[in-house]
Nanobody, 130 residues
Framework: QVQLVESGGGLVQPGGSLRLSCAAS????????IGWFRQAPGKEREGVSC????????FYADSVKGRFALSRDSAENTVYLQMNDLKPEDTAVYYCAATHGTYYTGVTPYCDLNLEYTYWGQGTQVTVSS
C-alpha cells in the first residue's frame, strides 16, 4: 500500500541547488528505510543516499558526499534530498524507494543502498547544464 511520489526536479546551472521531495502515502516513517537512486541515459542505476528507520542514520555515495543532504518530516510523511553544488554529472532521473529492510548495531538502525527496495516512485528529472 506504500506509494511514493517524487517532485522538485528541474533545470539548474552548475553550482546551483535543488531540493527533491519524496512524499509517501500509507507510510510509517519509523519503520521504513528510504533510499534515493538516480539513473542517467545509458547508465546503470546508482545509489545516491539513504536514511534509516526513525531517521537516525544516513549514508551518502562518495560522488555526492558533502554536497547532498537527506532529511525527513515525519509529520508530513516526506523525505527531502537537498542537492547543492550540482554538477553536470548529477544529471539523471532521481527515484526514491522504500524498504522494510534494515541493519542494526545494537538498537541503532542503519541504512544500506544495497537493501532490497520494494516500493519505488515514478522519478523526477534533474538536469544540470549551463
Amino acid at each position: 500500500q506504500v506509494q511514493l511520489v517524487e517532485s522538485g526536479g528541474g533545470l539548474v546551472q552548475p553550482g546551483g541547488s535543488l531540493r527533491l521531495s519524496c512524499a509517501a502515502s500509507q507510510f510509517n516513517p519509523d519503520r521504513w528505510t528510504i533510499g534515493w537512486f538516480r539513473q542517467a541515459p545509458g547508465k546503470e542505476r546508482e545509489g545516491v543516499s539513504c536514511i534509516s528507520r526513525r531517521g537516525l542514520n544516513t549514508f551518502y555515495a562518495d560522488s555526492v558526499k558533502g554536497r547532498f543532504a537527506l532529511s525527513r518530516d515525519s509529520a508530513e510523511n516526506t523525505v527531502y534530498l537537498q542537492m547543492n553544488d550540482l554538477k553536470p554529472e548529477d544529471t539523471a532521473v532521481y527515484y526514491c524507494a522504500a524498504t522494510h529492510g534494515t541493519y542494526y548495531t545494537g538498537v541503532t538502525p542503519y541504512c544500506d543502498l544495497n537493501l532490497e527496495y520494494t516500493y519505488w516512485g515514478q522519478g523526477t528529472q534533474v538536469t544540470v547544464s549551463s
